[in-house]
């Protein structure tokens, strides 16, 4: 869409939300507000919307999009729900888990949405405004995070105009997201599954209704953000870092107090919902480097630290 058009705010009201799936039936991108950060989406059985996405975000075309929908059953006119694929959709949708699944023939879904792959990622978002446009629009919506490709992910609808703003139709302004990090990404096969990517959801709770994942590492990329370079602040960063040195904005977190604190109680919830807040913040900073203080790998510290580590890459 390129940077000569003016992007319109809309509230999370009726007219805001007609107002929206209008723009998204006519192929448009609209930034949204979910429970993890802000996506930027269009409708997904249409390739020219879906290629407004990768030239508003500049995203690399081998990385394929999450597909949001309204409830399971409309995830199952898309993808193949096998027994399991039901118990995680009873357990967690609506939510912050995503689902690679295998892409039912005849589905409509835009090639690009799944970078040629024969999966689809599948999510059904708990935030109410995403859910009353999907509702009131009636599409499945591709919707990565709405930022440029390689910056940091979108908590606030200000963290969305920093870097789209004149490249898409609107934003709605849901206020700061609950989650603060992008959904648990799994996979699920015929001989067991996988995490893709760490989130809100631990693998504990899914191994609880799946049992234990597959050993071994993932193949290839499968979903979104498994980049190694993700999220990128746009500066070195320095993690486990108990103060900071000389020029560096430090990221404080429990004992560790910084110049941005991540949680000065110890709480992985709060650090999560305030983890890209403070990259913004540090990345706006005059210091050339970022110092980052430790965090927990366990629960949710596995996602936090999977992005830090995306971001320091």
């Known amino acids: ?11 999370t009201d009726a007219a805001g939300v007609v107002r ?3 723009l ?3 192929g448009r991108c609209v930034a949204l507000p979910t429970e993890t950060v802000y996506g930027l989406a269009a409708r997904a059985d249409d390739a020219e919307a879906v290629a407004a996405i990768y030239r508003a975000k500049g995203r ?10 309204s409830d399971a059953s409309r995830a199952a006119r898309l993808a193949h729900l096998d027994h399991h694929a039901q118990m995680l959709a009873t ?9 690679v699944l295998p892409l039912r023939d005849g589905a409509g879904i835009a090639p690009a949405v799944t970078a040629g792959l024969a999966t689809i990622a599948l999510r059904v978002p708990a935030h109410p405004a995403m859910r009353a446009v999907l509702h009131a629009s009636g599409l499945a919506l ?20 920093a870097t789209l703003d004149g490249r898409i139709a609107a934003i709605m302004d849901g206020g700061a997201c609950n989650s603060g990090v992008e959904s648990t990404i799994v996979a699920l096969r015929d001989e067991g599954w996988s995490l893709l990517r760490p989130g809100p959801i631990a693998r504990d709770s899914l191994a609880e209704l799946l049992g234990d994942p597959l050993p071994g590492g993932v193949q290839g990329i499968e979903a979104p953000g498994q980049m190694t370079s993700h999220y990128a602040p746009g500066k070195p960063m ?5 103060e900071a040195q000389g020029d560096e904005y430090l990221i404080g977190f429990g004992a560790v107090t910084g110049d941005c604190t991540l949680s000065a109680s110890g709480d992985l919830a709060e650090a999560a919902a305030r983890l890209y807040a403070c990259l913004h913040d540090a990345a706006a900073a005059s210091q050339p480097v970022i110092a980052v203080a430790p965090l927990p790998q366990d629960g949710l510290g596995a996602a936090i630290n999977d992005r830090l580590r995306r971001a320091a890459a």
């Open 238 to 242: 320095r993690l486990n870092a108990s």
């Open 1 to 11: 869409m390129g940077g000569k058009h003016a992007t319109e705010w809309l509230e």
């Open 60 to 69: 690399p075309d081998f990385n394929p999009l999450i597909v949001h929908v």
């Open 91 to 99: 357990r967690f949708w609506p939510g912050p888990l995503t689902m």
């Open 24 to 26: 998204l039936s006519a």
């Open 142 to 161: 591709a919707a990565p995070s709405a930022n440029r490709s390689g910056f940091i992910s979108p908590t606030t609808p200000q963290h969305v105009a």
């Open 20 to 22: 929206a799936a209008g």
